[in-house]
């Protein structure tokens, strides 16, 4: 059974930081493109960060770039998404997934991805 589970949400003030963490079980993340995605109410589900097979390549959505951190660690089979400088509108419940159903591609989005966790939330306060 393959499962995805998130770790490292949390309440934090603005301008603060947060590792969250996603662990692979029942299948190695080695070969597979990882993301992390999440979604605020009443909005829809956004691509944050994306790491290719490799690790070689990654994609961040604008509002994100120059804060946020995503690496991968296939001996470990995790992805970590490192966040820093906080902002209230980072405020969401952020989701760890897994293009397992191909290998050695890419893609932002969420469609492409057939392995989710639970999702974690993240609240920024300000």
């Known amino acids: 059974q393959v499962q995805l589970v998130e770790s490292g949400g949390g309440l934090v003030q603005a301008g603060g930081s947060l590792r969250l963490s996603c662990a692979a079980s029942?299948?190695?993340?080695?070969?597979?493109?990882m993301g992390w995605f999440r979604q605020a109410p009443g909005k829809e589900r956004e691509s944050v960060a994306v790491?290719?097979?490799?690790?070689?390549?990654?994609y961040y959505v604008d509002s994100v770039k120059g804060r946020f951190t995503i690496a991968r660690d296939d001996a470990k089979n995790t992805v970590h998404l490192q966040m820093n400088s906080l902002k209230p509108e980072d405020t969401a419940v952020y989701y760890c997934?897994?293009?397992?159903?191909?290998?050695?591609?890419?893609?932002?989005?969420?469609?492409?991805?057939?392995?989710w966790g639970q999702g974690t939330q993240v609240t920024v306060s300000s």
């Open positions: 997934a897994a293009d397992f159903g191909r290998r050695w591609a890419m893609d932002v989005m969420a469609s492409s991805y057939d392995y």
């Open positions: 029942g299948r190695t993340i080695s070969s597979h493109t």
């Open positions: 790491i290719s097979w490799s690790g070689g390549r990654t």
